[in-house]
């Protein structure tokens, strides 16, 4: 920054006030002067026009030129005259004078001011004119005109301006002389204060005062800095005898940081060990609630299934809520405790996102229903189906947002919106999850403090709408461990919407074949709510279909008259009748025998759809739509729309496949009858264990062809237990189901590392559990001859780990093939494990991953789906050169157990 002296300022600000005034006042005078010369021109002019006028009556009464030309040529004594017109009354010219350097002098805009005898004057860039007519004997008789130029005028003022700028120097001389004295008087006393002020910081004698009065201004400023020097001088002596002090303390100061110092310690290894107990006290309190909430969920569903009075059923089933209730709350304690201490993991492996957009619907639809909501799933056609993620936080996420939503919205509608920017080929894309909602929203104030933790709106939001606060404070921390973040936008009564983004790695394509547009194909809509209407129009329009849309039975019947379908969809909540009775009426009409009905409605409808459609011929699609390809399945071919497995509907011991002996290790008694009850007669012979070492000493002496084990017991473990069984026991044959109350994806690892077969989580679900235990009681017989309605090959089969219906599905049902194609699986790579092994005994890390993440591809093409979920983990274990002796046998394990599958199958 520039600096300058107060003594320069003054002397500029005096110098630019007298030079702005003596160029006001020279401009003042020049424009005076102007006016002034302009003024005398004119009056010149009109004198000289009058003694014309008078000296010319007789030339223009007689019109006679020659003295007419004599009178104006006098005119060329008078510089200031460039010419002359005489006119007689017709304005024809007598008489003209015009120096030889003037342009031509007519001017038709001052004849026509001369009409209305006046006298006329303008002027002009170029000269000024003034006219007036001549009168005889009060007769007009005709006109002169005069013309004057501007060389004389121009010449006067300019020596004007020269004087007013010569007396303008000489001013601003003694303007400079002037202000060059004043600024000495005002600035002497400033530069002394300011050599005093210099004396004093640098001899740093605060002693010194100023005694300077020769200004009332200087004598204030000295009298403050006097003030502050002593100021100055009572710090400078705080100072000293502070410094004397600290000198006295120093001396005691090394002792009093060591004790600070223990006391520091003390504290953080009580915050440690405060921290570890919150840990195993959580821990601890999950595994001991999970323990009697599993007898008392499993028991109470006994009774449920047992009961025969309607009203003891329903109350069981309030038990049954409140259980689920309470096991949501402790899951939600949990989480909690894990991702604040840092020990929430991401299992990330690849997943099909229709299939866990199917689960939540369907875990969500019957509260959804219960409260008469619009539930709309809205999946962008350019959003990949298979991702790499963590399934089960990407769910739990989901779900906490959704339940959100309906416990929030009395009335309207919940949509999840799902969408990614267009992509090909393999590598990450950016997928957005959005869900809205028309409830009842929230202020800016709100917004701020909803992810708090135990944290709601107010207290009568509590109160009204019940919950705990949880799910959106573990929410927003999964996702930051996910590297996202959670945003809401709301207004109070306009609902509101949560989004998140991830980045999200695709998996190698599976898809078999492009689809085709569906142009062929004329689709009737009937959908009372609009939002759902706009959606599976934009749905079936995508997909390339012809849509035409009504919103009631009315309507569409006619439409039906009207024009030709071969596809009515049509709700089963139609607002003037009910979606039934309008199948019924289309069916009675034989023009429309062709047209093919599909009914939507809620999963929880299925079973009246089903009822129906033994009657009528209609097929059935589960709402929430969203799934593309289903859909264009479901109009081409008319296949059942959500494609269950009918087979896999039913409960796995419904074909009464029995176990001869089994053993249950538990060291909680209650379970170990639970387990009896739930079995009853499915079971010849139960073997009871209270601990690891007992089952042990147990399998020593009986042979069993199940074990259900728990983990967390005295004496030896769960881990322990298998390790032992399948290591040194050499039974690899039996198979072994965990128990935990651990619902940790890690815990589930440990389990299949330790040998276990598959794993439940208290409290059990009976129906999984019975599907798990008839899948393993089908091991010694897994391939079952097809019936003899089925062709030969695949229809039929069950291949544990390998979704044959999805395959079949994407082949168009070409059993063959795919058969053709297990073949060619089974003889590629039926000794290629030892392969693999190799690569990671010699360290060749890069040929390994290349191995498995090739190996991963082919499964996941032939949906083996199983090994490929394991593989990922592999691979990811094996790019982190984590992976050990255990990780291999458990890989192996599976592996082996899927070639012997398909060698049993190809027999």
Known sequence: MNKRSIKNKLFTIILSTSLIALVVAGGLFIAFQALTLKHEMRASLALQCDVLADNAKAIILFEDKREAAQLLDSLKHDPQIIGALLLNGEKREIGRYQRSNIASLDDIAALKKLEIDQIVYHETEAYAFYAKPVYSRGNKIGYVMLYAGYSRYWSMLTHFAGLVGIVMFIALLVALLLSWLLQRVISRPIESLALFVSKVARDEDYSLRIADKSYVEIEQLGSAFNSLLNQIGHAISARDQAQRDLQRHSLNLQDLVHERTRELEWAKEAAEAS?????????????????????IVCFTELAVANSASAHQKQQLERVLEAADLLLSLINDLLDISRIDAGKMNLDVMDCDLFVLVEEISQMLMPRIEEKGLEFIIDIAETVPRSVVADPLRLKQILINLLTNAIKFTPSGQIRLVIAAPAASGDGLVDVTFSVQDTGIGMDGDTMTKVFEVFTQGDVSTTRQYGGTGLGLSISKKLLSLMNSRLTVDSAPGKGSTFS?????????????????????????????????????????????????????????????????????????????????????????????????????????AEQRVQAFASKQAVRFLARPVYDRQRLRRLLMTGQHARELDRSSTEPALAKKVKFSTVLVVDDFDINRILIKEILGNEVGRFLEAANGREAIECLEQERVDLILMDIQMPVMDGYQASETIRHRLKLTDIPIIGMTAFAAESECRR???????????????????????????????????????????????????????????????????????????????????????GHIESGRWEEAEQWIHAFKGVCANLYISDLAETCGRVEQLIKNRAIDEDNLRCFKRQFDQLIANLARLMA
Do not use: W
């Open 275 to 295: 921290s570890k107990a919150k840990s195993a006290f959580l821990a601890n309190m999950s595994h001991e609630i999970r323990t009697p909430m599993n007898a």
């Open 500 to 604: 998140f983004s991830l980045s999200l790695d695709r998996p190698p394509q599976t898809d078999i074949q492009a689809a085709v547009p569906l142009s062929s194909i004329s689709v009737l809509l009937v959908e009372p709510r609009p939002q759902s209407c706009e959606h599976l129009r934009a749905l079936l329009r995508s997909l390339g279909c012809k849509v035409t849309a009504c919103a009631s039975a009315q309507a569409a019947l006619q439409l039906l008259e009207q024009d030709h379908f071969g596809i009515a969809l049509i709700s089963l909540e139609l607002s003037d009748i009910d979606g039934f009775k309008l199948v019924e009426t289309i069916r009675r009409d034989s023009r429309q025998a062709e047209i093919t009905i599909i009914v939507m409605a809620s999963v929880l």
């Open 751 to 837: 389990c299949f590392e330790a040998g276990m077969d598959d794993v439940l989580t208290k409290p059990i679900d009976i129906d999984r559990f019975k599907t798990v235990l008839g899948g393993i009681s089908e091991r010694p017989r897994r391939l079952e001859a097809p019936s003899e309605n089925e062709p030969a090959g695949l229809c039929g089969y069950t291949l544990p780990g390998v979704e044959v219906a999805k395959a079949l599905q994407n082949l168009h049902d070409d059993v063959d093939k795919y058969r053709e194609l297990l073949l060619l699986f089974h003889k590629t790579y039926k000794d290629a494990f030892a392969e693999l092994a």
